[in-house]
């Protein structure tokens, strides 16, 4: 049965349908997959044109408005250098005692447009110390050579020799400097800080200059062109910093995590030695737990230390105190050292173990 007559509004919509087909100026096949990446009836954005004429964004974009997988970041400037310094002078007995006050530049990045914008800094580095008491002045370390030993691994110092506890699993952290040089409304700021295998802040400049701060009188060494030193002292150290300026598009997260580290010491082995155990990377804080329930009673002390040089050079930098009656430490900052040494007293002391739990930021 006839539904009736069609309306001339559905007669001209459906003569108007036929014909659209016809009506598209586009040139291109249609792909029942993927759409175009441009739509040629709307208004190309800015960084369509910029990419089309084979360049990039100059100022970053709202984070809905970027591609999936872009975190809107810039170009990066990065480099990586190698840094030799002695730990003391040969006068000297403490190590602490020579300040970090020789900086070497790393890199630079700024701002194209003079606009303010936030600026990722991010320092990797390996550190490796060496003996020098009573050896003639010391060379630099090719990089190969650092590289072969970038692990260090629980030991006890024994006088100037070290005696191997396990194989080389901890990431060797140096322990030099850094010094990062803001400019903003302000004008120009510093900002110093330690380390310990990466750190990473984030700034909101004009532009961000690196530098590395070891001690006098270190230098930067080149392999190509190799610069002779002629400083005798207790300990050097070889350093490999890598430092990386990232402009970014937002402030950085948080992301601590804990790694821990145990040691069994038996008194009665070795006495009086420093067991030293490395500080792994990006560690912050530690606290040291033990199976004792009273490890200070018992005789032992824990304390930041250098270790790979001399003992009588004083290498230690901080004692870290067992809470009394308690089988833990506080939670304690851990200052520029790459070790902590835990040496016990007392030959008749019970075996006792020790964790050694590290606040870490990757």
């Known amino acids: 049965m006839s539904k009736g007559r069609k309306t001339i509004k559905q007669m001209r919509g459906a003569e108007r349908a036929r014909v659209k087909p016809f009506n598209d100026n586009g040139v291109y096949l249609n792909n029942p997959n993927k759409g175009p990446a441009i739509d040629r009836h709307r208004p190309i954005s800015s960084d369509q044109k910029a990419l089309a004429f084979g360049m990039e964004p100059i100022s970053p974009k709202k984070l809905f408005d970027l591609p999936p997988g872009d975190a809107g970041s810039g170009q990066s400037v990065y480099r990586r250098v190698h840094v030799f310094y002695p ?96 400019h903003d ?75 821990t580290i145990s040691i069994t010491i038996d008194p009665s082995e070795f006495v009086n030695q420093r067991r030293v155990i490395p500080i792994p990377p990006g560690a912050r804080k530690v606290q040291i737990f033990s199976n004792n329930p009273d490890p200070a009673g018992a005789g032992f002390e824990a304390e930041f230390y250098y270790g790979r040089i001399d003992p009588s050079t004083r290498p230690d930098a901080g004692r870290i105190d067992f809470i009394a009656g308690q089988s833990k430490t506080g939670i304690v900052l851990i200052p520029n050292a790459p070790s902590i040494a835990i040496r016990p007293l007392d030959p008749q002391a019970p075996v006792t173990g020790f964790s050694l739990a590290f606040e870490v930021e990757p």
């Open 185 to 259: 409304e302000s004008g120009q700021r510093f900002y110093d800080m330690d380390i310990i295998g990466n750190r990473h802040m984030t700034f909101f400049a004009w532009g961000v200059t690196v530098f590395i701060l070891v001690k006098r009188p270190g230098f930067e060494f080149d392999e190509q062109n190799p610069q002779v030193n002629e400083v005798e002292a207790d300990g050097y150290e070889d350093d490999i910093i890598g430092a990386r300026i990232l402009p970014i598009f937002t402030n950085k997260t948080e992301s601590k995590q804990t790694r």
């Open 87 to 182: 730990l003391n002078r040969g006068n000297l007995d403490r190590i602490i005692a020579t300040p970090y006050s020789e900086a070497v530049q790393v890199a630079t990045n700024r701002s194209s447009d003079q606009k303010p914008q936030y600026f990722h800094v991010s320092f990797y580095g390996i550190g490796v110390r060496r003996n020098g008491r009573g050896l003639p002045s010391q060379q630099p370390l090719t990089q190969s050579e650092i590289l072969q030993l970038q692990f260090e691994q629980i030991f006890i110092q024994a006088g100037p020799a070290a005696i191997p506890v396990t194989p080389r699993f901890i990431p060797s952290v140096p322990t030099c400097q850094a010094r990062v040089m803001v």
